[in-house]
T-cell receptor
Framework: KNQVEQSPQSLIILEGKNCTLQ??????????LRWYKQDTGRGPVSLTI?????NTKSNGRYTATLDADTKQSSLHITASQLSDSASYIC?????????FGTGTRLQVFP | SQTIHQWPATLVQPVGSPLSLECTVE??????LYWYRQAAGRGLQLLFY??????ISSEVPQNLSASRPQDRQFILSSKKLLLSDSGFYLC??????????FGNGTRLTVT
């Protein structure tokens, strides 16, 4: 069964610190991998989207990496801000079907 | 730019009542459309997706159904709601390798 697993399940960091979130997937065939940020009670918002040929993509303080050989991706957040507190969801595309990970809940404390 | 409209924002329905949630897309044509459900504190569960008018793929067997009567309209329905249908329902749309856009969701409480 195609799956997307994320770690850690939750994370607490201090404002200004960096953090890295992990995503492992078994989806095949693979079209693209996306990272989303979801604030509580809101719809997810796209951060990055990468095809299998892309290794890294940045969006401001967010940098996503992809290793299609090992089927791993990471999302690195630099100089965290209080507004980064949210759930971060890894989504892998199998053609037109999107398979969501269960997310990492990030809390940034002052 | 693409916008996903979803309504209502919140809904309280008794067990056994029917359901109809509507999602419309603005700013793009022939999008892939998705219905997701998110239980409290959990990840998104794909319910249905559609690649075109009248084309619906169901991911989870349940008492929900979906229809796509128009290119930019996606409807989630139920004839008789169950308590377990409570959750946060999200509609999303997008094309190929472009970012997926989400609506603001409908919080459904079945009592």
């Amino acid at each position: 069964k195609n799956q997307v697993e994320q770690s850690p399940q939750s994370l607490i960091i201090l404002e200004g610190k960096n953090c890295t979130l992990q995503c492992n997937y078994t989806v095949s065939p693979f079209s693209n991998l996306r990272w989303y940020k979801q604030d509580t009670g809101r719809g997810p918002v796209s951060l990055t989207i990468m095809t299998f040929s892309e290794n890294t993509k940045s969006n401001g303080r967010y940098t996503a990496t992809l290793d299609a050989d090992t089927k791993q991706s990471s999302l690195h957040i630099t100089a965290s801000q209080l507004s980064d507190s949210a759930s971060y969801i890894c989504v892998v595309s199998e053609y037109d079907k999107l398979i969501f990970g269960t997310g990492t809940r990030l809390q940034v404390f002052p | 730019s693409q916008t996903i409209h979803q309504w209502p924002a919140t809904l309280v329905q008794p067990v056994g009542s029917p359901l109809s949630l509507e999602c419309t897309v603005e700013g793009t044509s022939n999008p892939n459309l998705y219905w997701y459900r998110q239980a409290a504190g959990r990840g998104l569960q794909l319910l249905f997706y559609s690649v075109g008018i009248g084309q619906i793929s169901s991911e989870v067997p349940q008492n929900l159904s979906a229809s796509r009567p128009q290119d930019r309209q996606f409807i989630l329905s139920s004839k008789k709601l169950l308590l377990s249908d409570s959750g946060f329902y999200l509609c999303a749309g997008g094309r190929d390798n472009s970012p997926l856009h989400f609506g603001n969701g409908t919080r459904l409480t079945v009592t």
